[in-house]
């Protein structure tokens, strides 16, 4: 896949925009994908000399924001917000955004402001696997011949989950790959068995975290143990990591990952199972061979903590070549979110499971004291916990009179074709919130007391789609 003709004549306009403002404002997401697209476009704007702000947000705060600066680039957001309604005259706007757009190619025509919204569904390219809100900017980066910006772009593909349909990136993800690669910033492995903490993790504690069919290794590291130890590729005094493995034991566990997950899936998902075990593993040459950031899964994984404890900016600093200060601080905040989950999940899914309540299309749980910044983490991670084959929502407050609502999934309902991302858009807006996202991961901001309206329109809404 090419960016097609319209697309790029886009980046060439957004260059042109650009270079004609002096006065600059970047608002980007607060998780990893929004993280990397703040990076790039500021490390971008460095390069070219031109001063800017930039500040990271939830979707929550960008409908009728006031804009108050020359040119306004809006990363990982703004397509699906109400971003111009306090637009003023002679006012620009640039959106770099993937997710479902509320305003058509057309809209720019007759405004008194400049506005381009860069989004690949206006091209009929799948903003869900095909390119994420990084990758975009840094298609914009490139236009400026900065191709060693292109390891980030990666970074955010990882962190935005955009592999997981096929265990390997796709569409215009592919050429942000290829120019890592060439660049020398990236290794690749073809079809890893797809398990959080390759060099960290001991194998019998990340397998266990396996988490999108409930098999009889999740949660129970007793069990991992001792599949191990019967395969013979790890030993009671002698634990390995998933990257110490031989190719020959990778197959063994691979064979016997296939066989569990045989057994609890109906017969339409098995030709499914390869993608939910194998995985391209993505390496950054670059970072020390000891380091977490060298392993792409775990360094998106650290921009995230960054964004859910409000610390996106020294996130950026590691991205933008800090390895002294701003890594500090990044372990010592990755250490306390770490913590944060721990306690959340056990406040959750401990005990008799009664805090996890199933209806006959769904199941949710009230995230009392969660903090709204984590909660879509915990909802994913509830799954090993729950019935797979229903999405489950988490609630959470957000202020007086506000709800957070994450959702998450198994991947093989989005095999099923079900976009939740749009059906939580449709069901937020019909009780006075606003709410989006990808197929398996998503999430709406509603008004308290619309709780129960909520829920009850969201199970029916699924009559018929969930099967199992």
Same mark, same amino acid.
């Given at each position: 896949?090419?960016?097609?003709?319209?697309?790029?004549?886009?980046?060439?306009?957004?260059?042109?925009?650009?270079?004609?403002?002096?006065?600059?404002?970047? #608002?980007?997401?607060?998780?990893?994908? =929004?993280?990397?697209?703040?990076?790039?476009?500021?490390?971008?704007?460095?390069?070219?000399?031109?001063?800017?702000?930039?500040?990271?947000?939830?979707?929550?705060?960008?409908?009728?924001?006031?804009? %108050?600066?020359?040119?306004?680039?809006?990363?990982?957001?703004?397509?699906?917000?109400?971003?111009?309604?306090?637009?003023?005259?002679?006012?620009?706007?640039?959106?770099?955004? *993937?997710?479902?757009?509320?305003?058509?190619?057309?809209?720019?025509?007759?405004?008194?402001?400049? #506005?381009?919204?860069?989004?690949?569904?206006?091209?009929?390219?799948?903003?869900?696997?095909?390119?994420? =809100?990084?990758?975009?900017?840094?298609?914009?980066?490139?236009?400026?011949?900065?191709?060693?910006?292109?390891?980030?772009?990666?970074?955010?593909?990882?962190? %935005?989950?955009?592999?997981?349909?096929?265990?390997?990136?796709?569409?215009?993800?592919?050429?942000?790959?290829?120019?890592?690669?060439?660049?020398?910033?990236?290794?690749?492995?073809?079809?890893?068995?797809?398990?959080?903490?390759?060099?960290?993790?001991?194998?019998? +504690?990340?397998?266990?975290?396996?988490? %999108?069919?409930?098999?009889?290794?999740?949660?129970?590291?007793?069990?991992?143990?001792?599949?191990?130890?019967?395969?013979?590729?790890?030993?009671?005094?002698?634990?390995?990591?998933?990257?110490?493995?031989?190719?020959?034991?990778?197959?063994?566990?691979?064979?016997?990952? +296939?066989?569990?997950?045989?057994?609890?899936?109906?017969?339409?998902?098995?030709?499914?199972?390869?993608?939910?075990?194998?995985?391209?593993?993505?390496?950054?040459?670059?970072?020390?061979?000891?380091?977490?950031?060298?392993?792409?899964?775990?360094?998106?994984?650290?921009?995230?903590?960054?964004?859910?404890? *409000?610390?996106?900016?020294?996130?950026?600093? +590691?991205?933008?070549?800090?390895?002294?200060?701003?890594?500090?601080?990044?372990?010592? +905040?990755?250490? %306390? *979110?770490?913590?944060?989950?721990?306690?959340?999940?056990?406040?959750?899914?401990?005990?008799?499971?009664?805090?996890?309540?199933?209806?006959?299309?769904?199941?949710?749980?009230?995230?009392?004291?969660?903090?709204?910044?984590?909660?879509?983490?915990?909802?994913?991670?509830?799954?090993?916990?729950?019935?797979?084959?229903?999405?489950?929502?988490?609630?959470?407050?957000?202020?007086?009179?506000?709800?957070?609502?994450?959702?998450?999934?198994?991947?093989?309902?989005?095999?099923?074709?079900?976009?939740?991302?749009?059906?939580?858009?449709?069901?937020?807006?019909?009780?006075?919130?606003?709410?989006?996202?990808?197929?398996?991961?998503?999430?709406?901001?509603?008004?308290?007391?619309?709780?129960?309206?909520?829920?009850?329109?969201?199970?029916?809404?699924?009559?018929?789609?969930?099967?199992?």
């Amino acid at each position: 896949m090419q960016i097609p003709q319209l697309m790029h004549e886009q980046y060439l306009e957004a260059k042109d925009i650009i270079a004609d403002s002096v006065d600059i404002k970047i #608002y980007s997401h607060i998780d990893c994908d =929004g993280i990397c697209s703040g990076a790039i476009l500021s490390t971008t704007l460095d390069r070219q000399n031109k001063k800017h702000d930039i500040e990271f947000v939830n979707l929550d705060v960008l409908d009728n924001i006031e804009l %108050d600066h020359e040119l306004t680039i809006f990363s990982d957001l703004g397509s699906g917000q109400n971003i111009t309604g306090k637009a003023k005259p002679g006012q620009k706007i640039i959106v770099l955004d *993937h997710h479902p757009p509320l305003r058509d190619l057309d809209y720019k025509n007759d405004k008194d402001f400049t #506005y381009l919204e860069i989004n690949p569904m206006h091209h009929g390219i799948d903003g869900s696997y095909y390119v994420c =809100g990084g990758g975009l900017c840094y298609f914009l980066a490139k236009e400026y011949g900065y191709t060693d910006l292109s390891w980030i772009g990666v970074l955010s593909a990882i962190g %935005d989950m955009q592999n997981t349909r096929t265990g390997h990136f796709e569409g215009l993800n592919e050429i942000i790959q290829q120019d890592a690669i060439d660049g020398g910033y990236l290794e690749l492995t073809k079809s890893d068995i797809n398990i959080y903490g390759r060099n960290t993790r001991p194998l019998f +504690v990340a397998l266990s975290y396996f988490s %999108d069919v409930r098999l009889p290794i999740t949660n129970n590291t007793t069990e991992t143990m001792a599949i191990l130890e019967e395969l013979g590729i790890d030993e009671k005094h002698n634990r390995k990591t998933l990257n110490q493995l031989t190719m020959e034991d990778k197959g063994k566990l691979y064979q016997r990952l +296939v066989e569990m997950i045989s057994k609890v899936v109906p017969g339409r998902y098995v030709k499914y199972i390869p993608q939910l075990i194998l995985c391209d593993s993505y390496t950054f040459l670059k970072e020390d061979r000891n380091s977490f950031l060298r392993d792409a899964s775990e360094f998106s994984t650290a921009m995230n903590a960054c964004g859910r404890n *409000h610390e996106e900016k020294i996130a950026m600093e +590691v991205l933008k070549g800090d390895r002294i200060v701003a890594l500090d601080e990044l372990e010592s +905040v990755s250490l %306390d *979110h770490r913590r944060n989950l721990a306690q959340s999940i056990a406040r959750v899914a401990e005990g008799d499971g009664t805090n996890i309540i199933e209806l006959e299309n769904l199941q949710y749980f009230d995230g009392d004291g969660i903090k709204p910044e984590i909660v879509g983490t915990i909802t994913g991670m509830i799954l090993g916990y729950c019935n797979w084959k229903k999405p489950i929502l988490g609630f959470t407050q957000t202020d007086s009179d506000g709800l957070k609502v994450s959702l998450r999934c198994s991947r093989l309902l989005s095999y099923d074709g079900i976009h939740f991302g749009n059906i939580i858009r449709k069901i937020a807006g019909e009780v006075g919130g606003s709410g989006g996202g990808h197929a398996m991961a998503c999430g709406a901001y509603i008004p308290i007391d619309k709780k129960s309206d909520f829920i009850e329109l969201f199970n029916r809404e699924l009559d018929g789609k969930i099967t199992n």
